[in-house]
């Protein structure tokens, strides 16, 4: 069965200081692999996503996340945060599925606090 | 273009009453789904349609029913509410490859008591 594992629930960290979020994923079949966030009392959006090509994707924001598909992982990182990147952060992997629709399994979340 | 809408944003139900909620996109998307979000657990998928007149269980769909009324909407109906639903609830639409971005509404917070 499909899974997806984040790491750290909660990631403290000061503004300006490099952060990372760590997924790490299990699947016996090829999967795409998206970020979420949701920002307080909003849904969730898209923030990146990585379907082939360069293992290395990045978002408008400056975030950037490595696909490594040895190690399963999928982290997300930003070498320095704002305070408004304080937000829950969603990693999912896409699974195929017959029928034509489009399976998300997420992993719990980690929720970014960035203290000034 | 609105995107995903949910309507109510908030309700508060005793344990035995029904609703429902009303989910709406504009982005001409074949698939729609309803999650449900609770502290550390993620988003789960109660229901999903993959296309208009089709409708299939998720994760967690005990406890609900859904109806595709047409290409653009997509509600959740609880009959009966129990306290174990209280939750966040999230409508999402995408297309029909499984490389598209889900798109969700804002959600609606319910709580039963």
């Not at chain 2, 109510?8 to 996109?25: E, H």
């Not at chain 2, 609770?38 to 089709?54: K, V």
């Not at chain 2, 029913?65 to 959740?76: A, G, H, I, P, W």
């Not at chain 2, 029909?96 to 889900?102: C, E, G, L, P």
Request: glycine share 8%; charged share 15%.
């Amino acid at each position: 069965a499909q899974s997806v594992t984040q790491l750290d629930s909660q990631v403290p960290v000061f503004e300006e200081a490099p952060v990372e979020l760590r997924c790490n994923y299990s699947s016996s079949v090829s999967v795409y692999l998206f970020w979420y966030v949701q920002y307080p009392n909003q849904g969730l959006q898209l923030l990146l996503k990585y379907l082939s090509g360069s293992t290395l994707v990045e978002s408008i924001n400056g975030f950037e996340a490595e696909f490594n598909k040895s190690q399963t992982s999928f982290h997300l990182r930003k070498p320095s945060v704002h305070i408004s990147d304080t937000a829950e952060y969603f990693c999912a992997v896409s699974l195929p599925v017959s029928g034509g629709y489009n399976k998300l399994i997420f992993g719990a979340g980690t929720r970014l606090a960035v203290h000034p | 273009n609105a995107g995903v809408t949910q309507t109510p944003k908030f309700q508060v139900l005793k344990t035995g009453q029904s609703m429902t909620l009303q989910c709406a996109q504009d982005m001409n998307h074949n698939s729609m789904y309803w999650y449900r979000q609770d502290p550390g657990m993620g988003l789960r998928l109660i229901y999903y349609s993959a296309s208009e007149g089709t409708t299939d269980k998720g994760e967690v769909p005990n406890g609900y029913n859904v109806s595709r009324l047409n290409k653009r909407e997509f509600s959740l109906r609880l009959e009966s509410a129990a306290p174990s639903q209280t939750s966040v609830y999230f409508c999402a639409s995408t297309g029909m490859s499984f490389a598209d971005t889900q798109y969700f509404g804002p959600g609606t917070r319910l709580t039963v008591l």
